[in-house]
């Protein structure tokens, strides 16, 4: 019984001292547990603020970058500001010299007209070799506006037969012809041989020609060449009654048919009575690239021979008492009246 008794006891400390061992392990692998979590913790919270600190310093560095870029385009935008005043300045200046050419342009037109209206007569001496260089046929579209250009360089002036279909079509030449001084005349409306036709088309082709003329710059041509030269008593007539007188040529260029400036430029020069000389009036046509290559070369060639360049208007006023209706002129000397 006391034996059993011990027995009972010694159990029971060995199975509260199991237990109590049992426990300990138990709260070892709790405390291990835990420990090594809170270890975790703290390692994944030094990284988060290890990536939080790189994260920022990119962002200040970005900032910083954006600063400077900021800092360096408004200094170029104050750079362009600065060469916009510029600019505008001279845009300003440039305005200014337009509109000082724009006047003296107009001033010297209106000198121009009034020197015409007090007669020609007066402002060529009797010495001064006078010659008028014509063009037929135009205006050429591109042709007579480089021709134009080129005269207007050297400060002479010409006589624009011009057909009335070219100058319906562009009036805008015809308004810088005779805003440029140069002489605007009839060549038919479409370059019919007028000795052919009936009297109704014969009128027709003067009449739409003037028409064209009279709507682009406000006045009616005062004289013809009809097309070809071509003319009869009847075609006189009609001309005539419409107070138109019919201007030719003494110098033939013959600028359709070679369209070669050197052949051109010959034929005007030649020797003799076919050539220029004074009072000649000199057959061309604008609507040749050769020809404004050969008129340049002429044109440069009679200034150096110190010749004035004129007008047929002006020739005929300087030299042979003003244009008479019905008349035929070839130069200033040469003319004869209806036959
Ligand atoms: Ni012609």
């Given at each position: 019984m006391e034996q059993k008794e011990g027995t009972r006891v010694n159990r029971r400390l060995l199975i509260g001292l199991i237990?109590?061992?049992?426990?300990?392990?138990?709260?070892?692998?709790?405390?291990?547990?835990?420990?090594?979590?809170?270890?975790?913790?703290?390692?994944?919270?030094?990284?988060?603020?290890?990536?939080?600190?790189?994260?920022?310093?990119?962002?200040?560095?970005?900032?910083?970058?954006?600063?400077?870029?900021?800092?360096?385009?408004?200094?170029?935008?104050?750079?362009?500001?600065?060469?916009?005043?510029?600019?505008?300045?001279?845009?300003?200046?440039?305005?200014?010299?337009?509109?000082?050419?724009?006047?003296?342009?107009?001033?010297?037109e209106e000198a121009r007209k009034g020197l015409a209206a007090a007669g020609v007569k007066a402002a060529f001496p009797k010495d001064a070799k006078l010659v008028a260089l014509t063009f037929d046929d135009g205006p050429g579209k591109t042709t007579t506006p480089r021709l134009l250009d080129e005269l207007k360089r050297r400060g002479v002036r010409a006589t624009f037969f011009v057909l009335g279909v070219n100058a319906a079509r562009y009036p805008d030449l015809l308004k810088r012809m005779d805003a440029e001084g140069h002489a605007i005349a009839s060549h038919s409306w479409s370059h019919k041989n007028l000795t052919t036709l009936s009297d109704d088309a014969l009128q027709q082709e003067?009449?739409?020609?003037?028409?064209?003329?009279?709507?682009?710059?406000?006045?009616?041509?005062?004289?013809?060449?009809?097309?070809?030269?071509?003319?009869?008593?009847?075609?006189?007539?009609?001309?005539?009654?419409?107070?138109?007188?019919?201007?030719?040529w003494s110098v033939d260029t013959k600028d359709w048919?070679?369209?070669?400036?050197?052949?051109v430029v010959e034929a005007a020069f030649q020797k003799g009575?076919?050539?220029?000389?004074?009072?000649?009036?000199?057959?061309?046509?604008?609507?040749?690239?050769?020809?404004?290559?050969?008129?340049?070369?002429?044109?440069?060639?009679?200034?150096?021979?110190?010749?004035?360049?004129?007008?047929?208007?002006?020739?005929?006023?300087?030299?042979?008492?003003?244009?008479?209706?019905?008349?035929v002129y070839y130069s200033s000397s040469r003319f004869k009246d209806a036959v």
């Open positions: 237990v109590s061992l049992l426990l300990l392990a138990a709260a070892g692998v709790a405390g291990g547990v835990a420990f090594s979590g809170v270890l975790w913790y703290q390692e994944q919270m030094d990284g988060l603020t290890e990536s939080n600190r790189q994260t920022v310093e990119e962002l200040q560095k970005r900032l910083e970058e954006l600063q400077k870029r900021l800092e360096e385009t408004e200094a170029q935008l104050a750079q362009a500001r600065e060469k916009q005043a510029a600019a505008e300045e001279k845009a300003a200046e440039i305005d200014g010299l337009q509109r000082q050419i724009d006047s003296l342009t107009a001033q010297l003067l009449d739409r020609c003037a028409g064209a003329v009279r709507q682009a710059v406000g006045y009616a041509p005062s004289l013809l060449r009809p097309p070809g030269g071509n003319f009869d008593a009847r075609v006189l007539a009609a001309v005539k009654a419409k107070g138109l007188s019919v201007v030719n048919k070679s369209r070669e400036k050197t052949a009575m076919y050539g220029v000389q004074n009072g000649s009036i000199v057959l061309m046509h604008d609507v040749y690239d050769s020809t404004v290559e050969a008129a340049v070369e002429i044109v440069d060639r009679l200034l150096s021979d110190q010749y004035i360049l004129v007008t047929v208007p002006e020739l005929l006023q300087a030299r042979a008492g003003g244009a008479v209706p019905g008349r």
